[in-house]
């Protein structure tokens, strides 16, 4: 018995050296996932703050959540200097400060060596405005094909896919269901929530209350990323058209006091505000509101290039 003791205790230990892993820790944990927020901004141009974008990285794996201006420079900015693959990209609605990074995302990570389809997933609309992207860049296109550059057509394609609430993508541990929003008169907007083989994020999307479905959808999920303005500021604008602005912002957006009310509902362990409609208030205003909401737990105000 006692030469059977020595000969475990050898064999365990000659195991060790190989790099063997212990019974207890054969089971190999998951990939830790990191939401990069590569834009955060208005349809005001801030150079600081550059259009909706936000990317989630689970290990060599990349998913993108809508394309605001300059995302592939925001992808450099973010530690990916020459992206040209991306495993799906979402998009939550066609609004141009959403999707104005479309035709880049499109071309440039073809140029910088795409060779398989990009992956895209819209509202309805969503082929329409592919296929108009495309077209309008032809005699680019004809000109990299048969020029000194010899890219090939085959490799600029998009496989853009129009979706209904539901999941939307199922592959390799990862899942995303979409589910619709309410904002202005959009007939088609959505969130999206992830599930990770990590954790849960929930990304709102624009989209004003009452917000039922999205309330379903995220309730508990990890991380709820939602857009906001300060509701003490939202007056009328001297502008034309700016006395219409008070009801607009009603349709389209979330206050801060209602997404306090609404993250207490759903209790995400951490709420990061994103796209967020300042009005001049300040963070001390963003977040009374959202406690005035009733949400206790963990809130922070994203910047871009924030990781989380």
Same mark, same amino acid.
């Given at each position: 018995m006692i030469a059977g003791r020595i000969l475990r205790v050898v064999a365990a230990v000659v195991l060790a050296a190989c790099g063997a892993p212990a019974a207890e820790s054969q089971t190999a944990r998951p990939e830790t996932s990191?939401?990069?927020? /590569?834009? $955060?901004?208005?349809?005001?141009?801030?150079?600081?703050?550059?259009g909706p974008a936000t990317a989630i990285a689970m290990g060599d794996r990349l998913f993108l959540i809508d394309a605001g201006a300059g995302v592939t420079r925001r992808f450099a900015a973010a530690g990916y200097p020459r992206i040209s693959k991306i495993d799906a990209t979402f998009i939550t609605h066609l609004h141009s400060d959403h999707t104005l990074g479309y035709p880049d995302l499109i071309f440039t990570t073809w140029?910088?060596?795409?060779?398989?389809? /990009?992956?895209?997933?819209?509202?309805?609309? /969503?082929?329409?405005?592919t296929d108009r992207i495309l077209d309008a860049w032809r005699e680019d296109v004809e000109v990299r094909v048969h020029g000194l550059e010899h890219e090939t057509r085959a490799s600029l394609a998009v496989n853009a896919r129009e979706v209904r609430p539901g999941v939307v993508y199922s592959r390799d541990g990862v899942r995303v269901t979409a589910f619709k929003v309410r904002h202005t008169a959009w007939k088609n907007a959505f969130g999206y929530r992830?599930? /990770?083989?990590?954790?849960?994020? $929930?990304?709102?999307?624009? $989209?004003a209350p009452p917000s039922d479905d999205l309330i379903a959808a995220a309730k508990g999920t990890d991380v709820l990323i939602h857009g906001v303005y300060i509701e003490s500021r939202l007056t009328p604008e001297k502008r034309p058209g700016g006395e219409d602005w008070p009801a607009y912002m009603h349709a389209a957006h979330t206050s801060n006091v209602e997404l306090g009310r609404l993250a207490a509902r759903v209790q995400p362990k951490l709420l990061i505000l994103n796209h967020v409609i300042r009005m001049g208030g300040t963070d001390d205003e963003l977040i009374e509101g959202i406690r005035a909401g009733g949400y206790t737990g963990r809130v922070v105000i994203a910047r871009d290039l924030d990781v989380f």
């Open positions: 990191r939401i990069i927020m /590569l834009g $955060t901004g208005m349809p005001v141009p801030d150079a600081n703050a550059w140029i910088m060596g795409r060779r398989d389809p /990009l992956m895209v997933f819209g509202p309805p609309g /969503l082929r329409r405005m992830f599930d /990770l083989p990590d954790r849960s994020i $929930t990304i709102s999307g624009d $989209t």
